[in-house]
């Protein structure tokens, strides 16, 4: 279950920083304290990162390994449900926080700096007249931060110039998003990464058009759809991402499969791109598979 895993990597970080380590894992934010009570303002965070969100068949693989040819790069390919194990813990940890009615006793959120005296204190005040089954000063801005911290070290602790980031065609509605509440999970997980690392872009990939035509070999894919479930959850998809994208500019962008394949229009697409990362705009990318030898 990734909650165990979340906190053992949140402690192997901790321990980390606590060593003075930032030789043998460069941290990419400033201030580092060594003190727990910082951390959770603080922690282990990646500095820049891209994500691609992608229908499946729309070119993602080009479009990832057009960004890997940025020596400073590396996106990596479909994820087994790594990110969404990360935000399916985070997602956990809040029901933790949230539902026991112990935790209503107290309001951690107005908290945040509570030393360990202070909540040591809390703890034996109350301990003695009511048995409290379940007492932790959590917050979600210190879940976020473990969340964030869970990142850094699997995928964004090279250093500061470094630039980490996934590609996905399972984040789409029918597959991690739940067809019946896809707009709503679309939005609680875009809010959950742009909080994961301090720069974060996000590149959504499709086909231009959302009918059944164009996209018959994602259909079959994912048979277990009727073409009319298939219809729907495409349709949504696309809806989302470029309602997205339109309203929020800086933060995301949206590739169409076909312009980077059409000779007149790629080259001002690569452009557009690279401008959006703010990478140089002239930096030679092309959309074709990681070339096999740079020498
Ligand atoms: C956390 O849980 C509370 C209570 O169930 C809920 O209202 C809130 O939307 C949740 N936050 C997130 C980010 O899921
Ligand atoms: C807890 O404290 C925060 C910060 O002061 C406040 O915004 C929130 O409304 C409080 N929650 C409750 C349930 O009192
Ligand atoms: C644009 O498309 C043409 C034709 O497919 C291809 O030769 C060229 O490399 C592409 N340019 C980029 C920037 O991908």
């Not at 080009?62 to 996106?75: C, F, K, R, T, V």
Request: proline letters at 3%; a neutral charge.
């Amino acid at each position: 279950m990734a909650s165990f895993q979340l906190v053992g990597l949140l402690l192997a970080s901790f321990l980390l920083q606590i060593a003075g380590s930032e030789q043998t894992v460069p941290t990419t934010h400033e201030g580092l304290s060594t003190t727990a009570r910082v951390l959770p303002k603080h922690g282990f965070v990646a500095n820049k990162c891209v994500f691609i969100l992608a229908t499946g068949h729309s070119g993602s693989t080009a479009l990832m390994d057009a960004l890997n040819q940025l020596p400073n790069y590396l996106i990596r390919g479909e994820q087994y449900a790594a990110i969404w194990n990360i935000y399916e813990s985070y997602m956990n940890f809040n029901w933790t926080i949230a539902d026991p009615l112990s935790q209503l006793k107290f309001n951690w959120s107005e908290r945040p700096h509570a030393t360990f005296k202070e909540v040591k204190d809390l703890y034996d005040k109350e301990a003695v007249t009511e048995k409290l089954p379940w007492f932790n000063e959590f917050n979600l801005d210190r879940i976020m931060a473990a969340a964030r911290t869970y990142y850094a070290i699997l995928y964004g602790y090279y250093g500061k110039g470094f630039v980490s980031g996934f590609k996905d065609s399972r984040y789409v509605c029918g597959e991690s998003f739940e067809s019946w509440r896809c707009a709503e999970v679309f939005n609680g997980f875009m809010t959950f990464l742009r909080k994961l690392c301090l720069d974060v872009k996000v590149v959504f990939n499709t086909r231009t058009s959302d009918s059944f035509e164009s996209n018959t070999r994602l259909f079959h894919q994912m048979a277990r759809f009727s073409v009319d479930e298939f219809s729907k959850n495409l349709k949504e998809t696309h809806r989302l991402f470029n309602d997205y994208a339109k309203n929020n500019p800086d933060l995301a962008f949206h590739v169409f499969y076909e312009e980077m394949y059409d000779a007149q229009k790629n080259a001002t697409l690569a452009r557009n791109l690279l401008q959006f990362l703010k990478e140089d705009p002239s930096f030679p990318i092309r959309f074709t598979r990681m070339p096999a030898s740079r020498s």
